[in-house]
């Protein structure tokens, strides 16, 4: 079955860094998009970065300069560098994977930046 399983999160300084993975199974990882996404307390969920099968980028205009998004198909994961995090940046990560009307989603990872 389709799995997409996130890891990664934690606790972590204003000013910190973290690295999310996100491990998929169970369909043709390669051929499709993949994305983060977040979302806060009582806010909606947000595209925070996501790379096509070709490896074209593209980043929310708020973690733009801080957060890069990266793919390796020979394992089947996409990672989330975070660096410079915000309190702003406090939201359950999740991720994602799409290609044409086919979506994929993990059940997230918290992150929470906090002194």
């Known amino acids: 079955q389709v799995q997409l399983v996130e890891s990664g999160g934690g606790l972590v300084q204003p000013g910190g860094s973290l690295r999310l993975s996100c491990a998929a199974s169970?369909?043709?990882?390669?051929?499709?998009?993949m994305s983060w996404y977040r979302q806060a307390p009582g806010k909606e969920r947000e595209l925070v970065a996501g790379?096509?099968?070709?490896?074209?980028?593209n980043y929310a205009d708020s973690v733009k300069g801080r957060f890069t998004i990266s793919r390796d198909n020979a394992k089947n994961t996409v990672y989330l560098q975070m660096n410079s995090l915000k309190p702003e940046d406090t939201a359950v990560y999740l991720c994602?994977?799409?290609?044409?009307?086919?979506?994929?989603w993990g059940q997230g990872t918290q992150v929470t930046v906090s002194s």
């Open positions: 994602n994977g799409r290609r044409i009307t086919t979506m994929y």
């Open positions: 169970g369909f043709t990882f390669r051929a499709y998009t």
């Open positions: 790379i096509t099968t070709v490896g074209g980028t």
